[in-house]
Protein backbone atom coordinates (compact mmCIF):
# COMPACT_ATOMS: atom_id res chain seq x y z
CA UNK A 1 0.00 0.00 0.00
CA UNK A 2 1.15 3.26 -0.65
CA UNK A 3 2.07 5.52 1.73
CA UNK A 4 -0.19 8.34 2.16
CA UNK A 5 1.99 11.47 1.36
CA UNK A 6 0.53 14.42 2.87
CA UNK A 7 1.09 18.01 0.60
CA UNK A 8 1.13 21.32 1.47
CA UNK A 9 0.25 24.41 -0.28
CA UNK A 10 0.99 27.74 0.91
CA UNK A 11 -2.05 30.16 0.83
CA UNK A 12 -2.60 33.40 2.19
CA UNK A 13 -3.79 33.48 5.74
CA UNK A 14 -7.30 34.60 5.26
CA UNK A 15 -7.56 36.01 8.81
CA UNK A 16 -3.70 37.81 8.02
CA UNK A 17 -5.55 39.69 5.16
CA UNK A 18 -8.74 40.17 6.80
CA UNK A 19 -6.62 41.37 9.35
CA UNK A 20 -4.72 43.88 6.87
CA UNK A 21 -8.41 45.31 5.22
CA UNK A 22 -9.60 45.86 9.13
CA UNK A 23 -6.58 48.18 10.19
CA UNK A 24 -7.11 49.57 6.50
CA UNK A 25 -10.63 50.94 7.00
CA UNK A 26 -9.70 51.96 10.44
CA UNK A 27 -7.01 54.45 8.80
CA UNK A 28 -10.04 55.83 6.64
CA UNK A 29 -9.97 59.80 6.95
CA UNK A 30 -7.80 59.31 9.91
CA UNK A 31 -10.09 57.13 11.90
CA UNK A 32 -9.27 55.00 15.06
CA UNK A 33 -11.72 52.00 15.52
CA UNK A 34 -10.87 50.10 18.80
CA UNK A 35 -9.99 46.25 18.21
CA UNK A 36 -13.74 45.23 19.16
CA UNK A 37 -15.67 48.04 17.36
CA UNK A 38 -17.43 47.42 13.84
CA UNK A 39 -17.65 49.68 10.77
CA UNK A 40 -21.33 49.50 11.04
CA UNK A 41 -21.69 50.33 14.52
CA UNK A 42 -19.84 53.66 13.50
CA UNK A 43 -21.59 57.19 14.37
CA UNK A 44 -23.35 58.71 11.13
CA UNK A 45 -20.41 61.18 10.92
CA UNK A 46 -17.51 58.65 10.78
CA UNK A 47 -19.84 56.53 8.21
CA UNK A 48 -20.11 59.42 5.97
CA UNK A 49 -16.39 59.68 5.34
CA UNK A 50 -16.07 55.87 5.05
CA UNK A 51 -18.85 55.90 2.23
CA UNK A 52 -17.38 58.65 0.43
CA UNK A 53 -13.91 57.69 -0.09
CA UNK A 54 -14.46 53.32 -0.07
CA UNK A 55 -16.78 52.84 -2.53
CA UNK A 56 -15.19 55.98 -5.23
CA UNK A 57 -14.01 53.25 -7.47
CA UNK A 58 -17.52 51.88 -7.77
CA UNK A 59 -19.47 55.16 -8.09
CA UNK A 60 -17.05 56.00 -10.94
CA UNK A 61 -18.14 52.82 -12.82
CA UNK A 62 -21.76 53.21 -12.08
CA UNK A 63 -21.48 57.02 -13.42
CA UNK A 64 -19.48 55.65 -16.78
CA UNK A 65 -22.30 53.20 -17.01
CA UNK A 66 -25.30 56.20 -16.41
CA UNK A 67 -23.03 58.59 -18.87
CA UNK A 68 -22.57 55.65 -21.43
CA UNK A 69 -26.67 54.71 -21.20
CA UNK A 70 -27.36 58.40 -21.25
CA UNK A 71 -25.60 59.04 -24.44
CA UNK A 72 -26.85 56.05 -26.45
CA UNK A 73 -30.72 56.86 -25.04
CA UNK A 74 -29.03 60.52 -26.02
CA UNK A 75 -28.07 59.40 -29.61
CA UNK A 76 -31.84 57.60 -30.18
CA UNK A 77 -33.61 61.11 -29.60
CA UNK A 78 -35.21 62.65 -32.34
CA UNK A 79 -37.10 65.67 -33.60
CA UNK A 80 -38.72 67.96 -36.57
CA UNK A 81 -37.47 70.45 -38.42
CA UNK A 82 -40.32 72.92 -40.08
CA UNK A 83 -38.94 74.90 -42.37
CA UNK A 84 -40.98 78.50 -43.90
CA UNK A 85 -40.14 80.10 -47.03
CA UNK A 86 -41.65 83.10 -47.36
CA UNK A 87 -40.85 86.34 -49.96
CA UNK A 88 -40.61 89.81 -49.08
CA UNK A 89 -44.34 90.20 -47.83
CA UNK A 90 -44.56 87.16 -45.79
CA UNK A 91 -46.12 84.78 -47.96
CA UNK A 92 -45.77 81.52 -48.33
CA UNK A 93 -43.31 80.58 -51.63
CA UNK A 94 -43.86 77.17 -52.91
CA UNK A 95 -42.11 73.90 -54.84
CA UNK A 96 -38.79 75.46 -53.31
CA UNK A 97 -36.06 72.70 -53.02
CA UNK A 98 -35.16 72.12 -48.84
CA UNK A 99 -32.28 70.38 -48.28
CA UNK A 100 -31.07 68.52 -44.87
CA UNK A 101 -27.41 67.62 -43.94
CA UNK A 102 -26.10 66.93 -40.89
CA UNK A 103 -23.00 68.30 -39.73
CA UNK A 104 -22.50 64.62 -38.66
CA UNK A 105 -23.04 61.65 -40.76
CA UNK A 106 -26.17 60.29 -39.42
CA UNK A 107 -27.89 58.17 -41.95
CA UNK A 108 -28.33 57.64 -45.72
CA UNK A 109 -31.26 58.98 -48.10
CA UNK A 110 -34.24 56.82 -48.18
CA UNK A 111 -34.43 56.00 -51.95
CA UNK A 112 -37.25 55.55 -53.91
CA UNK A 113 -38.12 55.91 -57.44
CA UNK A 114 -39.66 58.57 -58.57
CA UNK A 115 -41.91 60.21 -61.26
CA UNK A 116 -41.78 63.17 -63.60
CA UNK A 117 -45.19 63.27 -65.64
CA UNK A 118 -45.97 65.35 -68.66
CA UNK A 119 -49.43 66.64 -68.32
CA UNK A 120 -51.08 69.60 -70.24
CA UNK A 121 -48.20 70.44 -71.88
CA UNK A 122 -45.93 70.62 -68.62
CA UNK A 123 -43.63 69.07 -66.41
CA UNK A 124 -45.31 67.64 -63.55
CA UNK A 125 -44.10 68.04 -61.11
CA UNK A 126 -42.30 71.35 -62.41
CA UNK A 127 -39.85 70.46 -59.51
CA UNK A 128 -38.66 67.56 -58.39
CA UNK A 129 -35.82 66.31 -55.40
CA UNK A 130 -34.25 62.75 -55.91
CA UNK A 131 -31.16 61.51 -53.88
CA UNK A 132 -28.02 60.34 -55.91
CA UNK A 133 -28.92 57.39 -57.73
CA UNK A 134 -32.59 57.81 -57.65
CA UNK A 135 -34.22 56.22 -60.88
CA UNK A 136 -36.74 58.87 -62.45
CA UNK A 137 -39.57 57.78 -64.53
CA UNK A 138 -40.82 60.06 -67.79
CA UNK A 139 -44.52 59.30 -68.43
CA UNK A 140 -46.23 61.17 -71.31
CA UNK A 141 -49.83 61.51 -70.27
CA UNK A 142 -50.94 63.95 -72.67
CA UNK A 143 -52.34 63.56 -76.20
CA UNK A 144 -49.64 64.92 -78.02
CA UNK A 145 -46.07 63.51 -78.11
CA UNK A 146 -42.89 65.12 -76.51
CA UNK A 147 -39.23 64.74 -77.06
CA UNK A 148 -37.24 65.28 -73.17
CA UNK A 149 -34.43 65.84 -73.39
CA UNK A 150 -31.59 67.66 -70.81
CA UNK A 151 -28.49 69.01 -71.85
CA UNK A 152 -27.19 69.48 -67.95
CA UNK A 153 -23.46 68.71 -66.39
CA UNK A 154 -25.55 66.64 -63.76
CA UNK A 155 -27.06 64.09 -66.22
CA UNK A 156 -27.20 64.76 -70.51
CA UNK A 157 -30.23 62.59 -71.85
CA UNK A 158 -33.11 62.80 -74.77
CA UNK A 159 -35.82 60.71 -74.70
CA UNK A 160 -37.24 59.90 -78.64
CA UNK A 161 -40.55 61.37 -79.36
CA UNK A 162 -43.06 59.72 -77.10
CA UNK A 163 -46.03 59.14 -75.74
CA UNK A 164 -47.60 57.01 -73.00
CA UNK A 165 -44.16 55.30 -71.19
CA UNK A 166 -42.13 53.48 -73.93
CA UNK A 167 -39.00 54.31 -72.13
CA UNK A 168 -37.49 52.95 -68.72
CA UNK A 169 -36.53 55.00 -66.07
CA UNK A 170 -33.31 57.11 -66.21
CA UNK A 171 -31.11 56.80 -63.09
CA UNK A 172 -29.39 60.15 -61.81
CA UNK A 173 -26.40 59.05 -60.53
CA UNK A 174 -24.42 62.20 -59.57
CA UNK A 175 -25.53 65.38 -57.53
CA UNK A 176 -26.36 68.78 -59.62
CA UNK A 177 -28.95 70.58 -61.49
CA UNK A 178 -30.81 68.84 -64.62
CA UNK A 179 -33.08 71.24 -66.57
CA UNK A 180 -35.63 69.60 -68.13
CA UNK A 181 -36.88 70.90 -71.39
CA UNK A 182 -38.73 69.39 -75.06
CA UNK A 183 -37.73 69.54 -78.38
CA UNK A 184 -41.55 70.25 -79.53
CA UNK A 185 -42.63 72.37 -76.90
CA UNK A 186 -39.91 75.03 -75.89
CA UNK A 187 -42.66 76.52 -72.95
CA UNK A 188 -42.09 73.47 -71.60
CA UNK A 189 -39.53 73.46 -68.47
CA UNK A 190 -38.81 71.23 -65.53
CA UNK A 191 -36.14 70.25 -63.08
CA UNK A 192 -34.64 67.55 -61.50
CA UNK A 193 -32.81 68.39 -58.54
CA UNK A 194 -30.21 65.58 -57.19
CA UNK A 195 -28.62 65.79 -53.92
CA UNK A 196 -26.78 63.94 -51.86
CA UNK A 197 -27.98 65.35 -48.64
CA UNK A 198 -30.24 62.42 -46.59
CA UNK A 199 -33.34 64.98 -46.19
CA UNK A 200 -34.60 66.32 -48.62
CA UNK A 201 -38.26 67.62 -50.28
CA UNK A 202 -40.08 71.25 -51.80
CA UNK A 203 -42.36 73.35 -49.82
CA UNK A 204 -46.24 73.38 -49.70
CA UNK A 205 -48.31 75.77 -51.24
CA UNK A 206 -47.76 77.50 -47.83
CA UNK A 207 -44.56 77.74 -47.89
CA UNK A 208 -44.06 75.49 -45.43
CA UNK A 209 -41.95 71.45 -45.01
CA UNK A 210 -41.36 69.65 -41.91
CA UNK A 211 -38.90 67.13 -41.14
CA UNK A 212 -39.67 64.46 -39.57
CA UNK A 213 -38.01 62.52 -36.50
CA UNK A 214 -33.87 64.18 -37.20
CA UNK A 215 -31.76 62.91 -35.40
CA UNK A 216 -29.68 65.25 -32.52
CA UNK A 217 -27.20 67.41 -34.30
CA UNK A 218 -26.73 70.06 -36.28
CA UNK A 219 -28.44 70.49 -39.77
CA UNK A 220 -27.03 73.27 -42.80
CA UNK A 221 -30.69 73.84 -44.38
CA UNK A 222 -30.02 75.16 -47.90
CA UNK A 223 -32.72 76.29 -50.53
CA UNK A 224 -33.17 76.14 -53.91
CA UNK A 225 -35.79 77.19 -56.52
CA UNK A 226 -35.74 78.32 -60.57
CA UNK A 227 -38.21 81.63 -59.17
CA UNK A 228 -35.69 82.61 -56.36
CA UNK A 229 -33.10 85.54 -57.26
CA UNK A 230 -32.10 85.64 -53.58
CA UNK A 231 -27.74 84.67 -53.55
CA UNK A 232 -27.83 81.20 -52.86
CA UNK A 233 -25.47 82.25 -49.86
CA UNK A 234 -27.95 84.05 -48.09
CA UNK A 235 -30.62 80.69 -48.18
CA UNK A 236 -28.73 78.83 -45.93
CA UNK A 237 -29.10 78.17 -42.67
CA UNK A 238 -27.53 76.15 -39.59
CA UNK A 239 -29.91 74.64 -37.23
CA UNK A 240 -30.06 72.47 -33.92
CA UNK A 241 -31.86 69.64 -33.53
CA UNK A 242 -31.98 69.24 -29.64
CA UNK A 243 -34.27 65.63 -29.79
CA UNK A 244 -36.94 67.77 -27.16
CA UNK A 245 -38.14 70.86 -28.58
CA UNK A 246 -39.55 71.05 -33.02
CA UNK A 247 -36.59 73.37 -34.91
CA UNK A 248 -38.16 76.46 -36.58
CA UNK A 249 -36.31 77.72 -39.40
CA UNK A 250 -37.79 80.71 -41.49
CA UNK A 251 -36.08 82.35 -44.46
CA UNK A 252 -37.40 85.58 -45.87
CA UNK A 253 -36.06 86.26 -49.22
CA UNK A 254 -35.16 89.70 -50.20
CA UNK A 255 -36.08 90.26 -53.78
CA UNK A 256 -38.84 89.58 -55.43
CA UNK A 257 -39.67 86.15 -56.80
CA UNK A 258 -38.70 86.16 -60.85
CA UNK A 259 -41.71 86.16 -63.35
CA UNK A 260 -39.91 83.31 -65.28
CA UNK A 261 -38.27 80.13 -63.97
CA UNK A 262 -34.63 80.29 -64.42
CA UNK A 263 -32.41 78.75 -65.51
CA UNK A 264 -33.76 77.68 -68.91
CA UNK A 265 -33.19 74.51 -71.28
CA UNK A 266 -30.55 75.56 -74.10
CA UNK A 267 -31.98 74.68 -77.00
CA UNK A 268 -28.87 76.08 -78.57
CA UNK A 269 -26.93 72.83 -77.32
CA UNK A 270 -29.04 70.32 -79.80
CA UNK A 271 -27.32 69.14 -82.76
CA UNK A 272 -29.55 68.29 -85.31
CU1 LIG B 1 -43.39 68.57 -75.66
Known sequence: MAPIVAVTTKVPNPSTNAGKRLRKL?????????????????????????????????RLIAMCVALVCLAGAFSGMAA??????????????????????????????????????????????????VGVGTSVEFPNNDAVSHQVYSFS???????????????PPITFDRAGLVVLGCNIHDAMVG????????YFGTTEPGGSLEFKDLP???YRIALWSPFIADASSSLIRTVHVDGVARTI???QLSLALRAQPEPRPRRSDWTY
Not at 26 to 40: A, D, E, K
Not at 89 to 100: F, I, L, P, S
Not at 191 to 198: G, Q
Open 26 to 58: RRVNGMRLNPGQSICCLPWGSRRGFETQVPLRR
Open 80 to 129: DISVMVVDRHGRGVEEVVVTATPAVANGVPKLKPAVMDQRSLAFAPRVLV
Open 153 to 167: DAKRFQLPLYKGKPH
Open 191 to 198: YIYVTDAP
Open 216 to 218: VGD
Open 249 to 251: ARV
